[in-house]
């Protein structure tokens, strides 16, 4: 339960208005630091819900694919160009932000992550890969500015943002296929 506090607290922290204004005001720190904080927030608060509501986790969730598609859909929505510009415009696409990452990415993770096999991890990590490099590929080369709040060399720092995580993601991808992650299990 402790750690379910950290998570609320983390989310009251993130949603106060200097920190979301400081977060928000140079992209990447918008896209690679404020949106990945709110899902570990909700990964952290995950114990709370799961522990409250057994049944609906083993009914709603029993193999881990529903929670993992809802994680993929909301973190492929959240990656799009136009709602995070519309989160800086918008209140109620702000207040999304706040509510979907946590609660609809961060919660379902948790419970999803460990009742996956480890193809199934492999591909949602595979699939992240290719949806990285190709955000990253999009913010980098294209030829107009694809938020109206950044400056162009923010989207561009973004978009290597992407790369760089993308390669992360496979030398991950290289280290599993030579460790063997069963002992830690």
């Not at 200097?18 to 570990?40: D, G, W």
């Not at 986790?57 to 993992?68: D, H």
């Not at 990253?136 to 109206?148: A, D, F, K, R, T």
Request: with cysteine.
């Amino acid at each position: 339960m402790k750690q379910s506090g950290y998570g609320f607290l983390l989310l009251l922290a993130l949603m106060l208005p200097p920190v979301s204004n400081l977060l928000e005001s140079i992209m990447i720190t918008h896209m690679h630091m404020q949106m990945p904080m709110l899902v570990f927030a909700g990964f952290l608060m995950a114990k709370f819900f799961q522990k409250r509501f057994p049944q609906f986790f083993e009914k709603w969730n029993e193999n881990g694919l529903p929670g993992i598609l809802l994680f993929t859909i909301i973190m492929v929505y959240w990656s799009l160009p136009r709602t995070m510009d519309e989160a800086l415009t918008m209140t109620s696409v702000e207040a999304f932000k706040f509510f979907s990452l946590p609660f609809l990415a961060g919660v379902p993770l948790r419970d999803s992550w460990r009742k996956l096999s480890s193809s199934w991890k492999h591909a949602l990590i595979i699939f992240f890969t290719v949806l990285f490099l190709g955000m990253g590929w999009l913010y980098i080369w294209s030829p107009v500015q694809l938020c109206n709040n950044y400056l162009v060399i923010e989207q561009i720092t973004l978009g290597w943002g992407f790369i760089t995580t993308a390669f992360a993601m496979v030398v991950y991808l290289v280290y599993s296929y030579f460790m063997d992650f069963s002992k830690y299990e």
